[in-house]
């Protein structure tokens, strides 16, 4: 009898242990932090992942949300104003250079720097990027490309053709570093817009730029931002402003001024430059933005990162 409940307590002590591992287990596996690699030991950094942009890799299941922070970061424009204002000393001392779309650096050095650590493209932009494939994705290249697009080109069940493209050049290039923006965060950035504007963007007839989503990406990851090469958005109504071209590295293109009015009165397919302006003089009272080549003037200064923090989250219980 002894020997009995013996065996019938082991087997009880086992079915607990069991049942206990696994619970440890699926809990682990809901947490997402568990999930991410400890990045040189240091798993438990007080930065969070961006899960609105996920990494495309051959493997479907090591695909992983972007992990990227910034004390400061640099955003060059594409701006022709970035031409001859000799700001590639100071963007390279900057601990994180971003760019947008295939805006080169070669050639344009000393007013655009050197390095890029990261680019924000758009879906349009891809097929460029992929005409150097070596040069934006080969080995010895750890710059970090977000791509945003919509979902019909994004998708992932093979009808995507931009999602397609980018897949293959993960395929041929196994060390890029290639992030897609997914359709929750396409969705957020639509809705600051509708916060902002008081506009649907869709019912509107217009395309967020590539800068919008570049603003809001740089007020998650970097705690300070400063801006090449950004006009405000009465620059172009301003009496002897400076013509340029539209991209510093589209010599003879129509020019600046008269690509965004063409597009903010567009009744449909464009950008709406001159507005998104506007909103970033908004977010730059909240956030600490600073413009350089042209330079803003700002009413007030810009707030404690602290302050910043709170500004979205508190945004969201209000509506
Ligand atoms: C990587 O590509 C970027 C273009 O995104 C270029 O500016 C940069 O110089 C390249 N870096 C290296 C190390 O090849
Ligand atoms: C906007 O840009 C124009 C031209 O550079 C400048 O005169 C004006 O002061 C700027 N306005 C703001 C609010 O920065």
């Not at 809901?30 to 899960?51: D, I, R, T, W």
């Not at 945003?148 to 293959?168: A, C, E, H, S, T």
Request: charged share 20%.
């Amino acid at each position: 009898m002894a020997w009995m409940w013996k065996r019938k307590s082991l087997i009880a002590t086992c079915l607990i242990v069991a049942v206990s591992l696994f619970v440890v287990v699926v809990k682990h596996s809901e947490n997402p932090y568990f999930l991410l690699p400890p990045v040189f030991g240091q798993a438990l950094s007080s930065h969070k992942p961006h899960l609105g942009y996920i990494s495309i890799s051959k493997d479907p299941a090591s695909q992983k949300p972007l992990k990227l922070h910034c004390d400061l970061c640099s955003i060059v424009s594409s701006s022709g104003q970035m031409l001859g204002q000799s700001a590639g000393p100071q963007i390279d001392r900057s601990p994180c250079i971003w760019r947008m779309n295939n805006a080169p650096t070669r050639g344009f050095e000393h007013d655009v720097g050197h390095r890029t650590t990261l680019r924000v493209v758009s879906h349009t932009s891809v097929p460029l990027l992929l005409q150097k494939p070596q040069y934006f994705f080969g080995q010895g290249n750890d710059t970090i490309y977000v791509v945003w697009g919509p979902l019909r080109n994004m998708r992932k069940d093979g009808k995507g053709i931009v999602y397609n493209m980018l897949r293959q050049a993960v395929e041929n290039y196994p060390h890029a570093r290639i992030y897609i923006t997914t359709e929750e965060r396409m969705n957020y950035c639509d809705t600051v817009f509708k916060k902002e504007t008081g506009k649907d963007r869709i019912q509107s007839g217009s395309y967020l730029s590539t800068g919008w989503f570049t603003l809001i990406l740089a007020m998650d990851m970097c705690k300070e931002i400063h801006i090449y090469g950004m006009i405000n958005d009465t620059y172009c109504k301003t009496e002897g402003y400076r013509k340029v071209p539209y991209h510093y590295y589209e010599a003879g293109s129509r020019d600046e001024c008269a690509e965004y009015t063409l597009h903010e009165s567009a009744p449909y397919g464009g950008h709406r430059f001159i507005t998104e302006k506007s909103v970033f003089a908004k977010w730059a009272k909240t956030h600490a933005f600073k413009f350089f080549n042209p330079p803003w003037q700002l009413s007030s200064s810009p707030p404690s990162v602290k302050e910043q923090l709170n500004v979205y989250t508190d945004r969201k219980h209000v509506s």
